[in-house]
């Protein structure tokens, strides 16, 4: 079994020790193998200006990616989270997974509204990683709008899509039934609550079965963490019918417009 742990914070504007400090309570109460934390958790989300977005930013190998080497490390788990990050001159709107020693970092690929103003499209591109054996893939919040995003992690082996959000467009819980069940791989929502300057987030941070159940939801205005226990071997199998791999039955050939 492998257990998915999610925090649905409140984080407050450009606050972010105490951010951090808060996620990191409400974490360490419970025990998780991989945690997937919201977009943006330590800054909050509505900046209006640059030079806002990039008060709390960070270099992907600054002070917030040594705390989760040093709190991973203690407690043999991962953590996917969002935070904004300083690269030079450019920002970046990225998500920092930390398994003890390893760090990667994956900058958002489909930047959302006034994102486009502060932080620079991502370069890194979708990639997956291990944790304890299984493969972990990672996306932001509007790439679920993309379903190349999930698609292209779940064709390189990705078996849980750990996706940190802070959704303020209704669509995204259920959308997500669709990544998880068309893929068929666990995906992980982690959303934020509460409003910025007139933007209000929805919530609902969930974990999604290959099959498109819910394995767990939570509310709109939660600000707590939860963790589920999956069995991400599921994950393996893409049969939607004996005859029927989703994966084996690709016909790529009649997809060439997807480069256009
Ligand atoms: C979003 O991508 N934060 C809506």
């Not at 935070?83 to 930390?98: D, H, Q, T």
């Not at 300057?197 to 969930?206: C, F, P, T, V, W």
């Not at 599921?234 to 939607?240: E, I, L, M, Q």
């Not at 019918?241 to 989703?246: M, Q």
Request: with cysteine; net charge positive.
């Amino acid at each position: 079994m492998f257990k998915i742990g999610l925090v649905q914070n409140n984080p407050k504007f450009l606050k972010a020790k105490e951010n951090v400090a808060a996620v990191l309570e409400l974490m360490d109460k419970l025990d998780a193998d991989l945690w997937v934390l919201p977009e943006l958790f330590n800054s909050g989300y509505n900046f209006k200006t640059k030079k806002e977005a990039a008060r709390c930013a960070e270099p992907a190998d600054g002070p917030l990616c040594r705390i989760f080497k040093a709190w991973t490390a203690a407690r043999n788990c991962a953590v996917v989270a969002g935070f904004p990050e300083k690269a030079g001159s450019k920002l970046y709107n990225s998500a920092l997974f930390v398994n003890g020693p390893k760090v990667r970092t994956y900058r958002k690929t489909h930047l959302f509204g006034n994102e486009k103003k502060f932080f620079t499209p991502g370069d890194t591109g979708f990639w997956v990683e291990p944790v304890k054996g299984v493969k972990v893939g990672v996306m932001i919040c509007f790439d679920w709008f993309f379903p190349e995003s999930c698609r292209t992690l779940a064709l390189k082996g990705a078996q849980v899509v750990a996706h940190s959000a802070n959704l303020v467009l209704p669509w995204g819980p259920e959308g997500m039934k669709i990544r998880s069940l068309e893929n068929r791989v666990f995906s992980a929502t982690c959303n934020r609550v509460g409003s910025e300057r007139g933007l209000r987030y929805i919530g609902q941070s969930q974990v999604i079965a290959p099959n498109g159940g819910i394995l767990v939801r939570l509310g709109d205005g939660d600000v707590r963490a939860c963790v589920v226990e999956t069995d991400p071997w599921t994950a393996k199998d893409k049969k939607v019918h004996p005859r029927n791999d989703l994966f084996k039955d690709r016909r790529t050939r009649h997809y060439e417009l997807a480069r256009a």
